[in-house]
């Protein structure tokens, strides 16, 4: 048997593992407090999936809900890090809906985005319009992800056979004849061995999981980089849309939260260290000219620690999977974020994988086919959006120096002169182009 290591090899602090009970915490306090119940770390699972964002979330807790054996290892100490993707998306919701989840997730905190426009000097432009989609959810909920991933795992680990692991990261796979069967990761200082019938790489874009197994990684566009940071939100000012303002050399994307606004502030791929030579001024200015409604709250962007990159580029693996792993979500695709289409991709390809392999999981093998299969349902769709982000990005979102991005594409302004199309973005926004659903004997 061989295990396949990274080339780097690193050592986490001590990690605070969500199976550790509070004192005097019980398994049935837990269960009403929605917290993961406390459990042992077992050395073989059927599932093992690396990285507990939304899709290892989802495809863990439809796995679970069939009886199917999962452990999720999260490389982080806990779900909150900061400007992640906070849209759920109709389709998200209609999945919750399915599991009798919905209503207990809209519970929480949130607000909810009907439209989304461009908004240019002298224009604005709605460019989706969620409120004329048929469903009982039109709209977006804005939700901070940690928030809606804690939701998952408190459900999840109702589960006597799934448990997930904080502060537990990959750092290698076991691979017998050319079949990984599972990983090898450091969990409290120790190195540790998971042997597994299924491991399913979703940690993201920077995939160490996709590193470890061999797949191949094909950039379609360099894409940008967007500096997020947050501001307060007043009463009075604008809500129930996501603009993205246009009218300078840089696009700023205005997002809901509630207690606060989150703006993106695109630059150029690869101008961070330039950018922030320059410091705060030139983005506070930006949001001056550009918003006006923000600007008494542009002076509280003082320092640069404010500020998180998000680097972003649209690529995806020729072949998600080999004899034993599967990778799906941005550590299959990485997606721009334009549309906030990232999280809804992710969780269909969940629910996609789920159609395909719980049988093949109840029955102990799961064989190349399969995997072929999660692919073939979903490649073929993630191809045509990236497609469409790539001609977004350079008619919107493409950055020059000296450039004024002022008007919406040339695609959008057609689809809004025909009244039979108009829906079309709103459509694809919430769905994709055809939405996966739960097949009926999982729910």
């Given at each position: 048997?061989?295990?396949?290591?990274?080339?780097?090899?690193?050592?986490t602090?001590?990690?605070?593992?969500?199976?550790k009970?509070r004192p005097g915490t019980?398994n049935?306090?837990?269960?009403?407090d929605?917290r993961?119940?406390?459990?042992?770390?077992?050395?073989?699972?059927s599932v093992?999936?690396?990285?507990?964002?939304?899709a290892g979330?989802v495809?863990?807790?439809?796995?679970a809900?069939?009886?199917?054996?999962v452990?999720v290892?999260?490389?982080a100490?806990?779900f909150d890090?900061a400007?992640r993707?906070d849209?759920?998306?109709?389709a998200?919701?209609?999945?919750?809906?399915?599991?009798?989840l919905?209503d207990e997730?809209?519970r929480l905190p949130?607000?909810?985005?009907t439209h989304?426009?461009?908004?240019s000097?002298?224009?604005?432009q709605?460019i989706a319009?969620?409120r004329r989609l048929?469903?009982r959810y039109?709209?977006l909920?804005?939700?901070k992800?940690?928030?809606f991933?804690?939701f998952?795992?408190?459900h999840l680990t109702?589960?006597?056979n799934?448990?997930v692991?904080?502060?537990?990261r990959?750092?290698g796979l076991?691979e017998d004849h050319?079949?990984?069967t599972g990983v090898?990761?450091?969990?409290?200082g120790?190195?540790?061995?998971?042997?597994?019938t299924?491991t399913?790489?979703t940690d993201?874009?920077?995939?160490?999981v996709?590193e470890l197994g061999?797949?191949r990684l094909?950039?379609?566009s360099?894409?940008?980089d967007v500096?997020w940071?947050?501001?307060?939100?007043?009463?009075?000012d604008?809500?129930?849309?996501?603009?993205?303002?246009?009218?300078?050399p840089?696009?700023?994307?205005?997002?809901?939260?509630?207690?606060r606004?989150?703006?993106?502030?695109?630059?150029?791929?690869?101008?961070?260290r330039e950018?922030?030579?320059?410091?705060v001024?030139?983005?506070?200015?930006?949001?001056r000219?550009?918003i006006?409604w923000?600007?008494?709250?542009?002076?509280?962007?003082?320092?640069?620690s404010q500020?998180h990159?998000?680097?972003v580029?649209?690529a995806r693996?020729d072949?998600?999977?080999?004899?034993g792993?599967?990778?799906?979500?941005?550590a299959?695709?990485?997606?721009s974020?334009i549309?906030?289409?990232?999280?809804?991709m992710a969780?269909?390809?969940?629910?996609?994988?789920?159609?395909?392999?719980t049988?093949?999981?109840t029955r102990?093998r799961?064989t190349?086919?399969d995997?072929?299969?999660v692919q073939?349902?979903r490649a073929?769709?993630?191809?045509?959006l990236?497609t469409?982000?790539?001609?977004?990005e350079?008619?919107v979102?493409?950055i020059?120096e000296?450039?004024?991005?002022h008007?919406p594409i040339?695609l959008?302004?057609a689809?809004h002169r025909?009244?039979?199309l108009?829906?079309v973005p709103?459509?694809?926004?919430?769905?994709?182009l055809?939405p996966v659903r739960?097949?009926p004997?999982?729910?």
């Open positions: 048997m061989q295990v396949l290591t990274s080339r780097r090899s690193t050592v602090r001590s990690a605070r593992s969500v199976h009970p019980t049935r306090r837990a269960r009403r929605n993961p119940v406390p459990t042992t770390v077992p050395t073989h699972t093992c999936i690396a990285g507990g964002g939304p979330m495809l863990a807790l439809l796995l809900r069939q009886g199917v054996d452990t290892l999260e490389a100490h806990d890090r400007f993707g849209t759920l998306h109709p998200i919701l209609e999945l919750m809906a399915d599991l009798g919905a997730l809209l949130h607000t909810r985005a989304a426009r461009f908004i000097p002298g224009e604005t709605v319009d969620f048929h469903t039109p709209y909920a804005v939700m992800q940690a928030r991933l804690d998952l795992a408190g109702r589960h006597p799934a448990r692991l904080l502060g537990a990959v750092e076991h050319g079949r990984v090898r990761y450091r969990h409290e120790e190195l540790r061995d998971l042997y597994a299924l399913v790489g993201g874009r920077f995939s160490k996709r061999g797949l094909r950039r379609h360099p894409g940008q500096l940071f947050a501001l307060p939100r007043r009463d009075g604008p809500g129930g849309s996501i603009d993205l303002h246009l009218g300078g840089h696009c700023l994307v205005t997002t809901d939260h509630g207690e606004w989150q703006v993106g502030f695109s630059i150029r791929k690869g101008s961070y950018a922030r030579e320059r410091g001024n030139p983005i506070r200015d930006a949001v000219e550009t006006p923000l600007a008494d709250r542009a002076d509280l962007l003082t320092e640069w500020l990159l998000l680097a580029e649209v693996c072949r998600w999977w080999r004899d792993l599967l990778v799906i979500g941005d299959a695709h990485p997606i974020p549309g906030g289409m990232g999280i809804n969780v269909q390809d969940a629910v996609a994988a789920a159609n395909v392999l049988g093949p999981l102990g799961v190349t086919r995997l072929a299969r073939r349902t073929w769709q993630i191809a045509v990236q469409q982000q790539v001609v977004e350079r008619e979102v493409g020059h000296h450039a004024t991005i008007r040339a959008l302004n689809l025909l009244p039979w108009r829906d709103g459509y694809v926004t919430a769905y994709g055809k739960l097949s004997e999982l729910r």
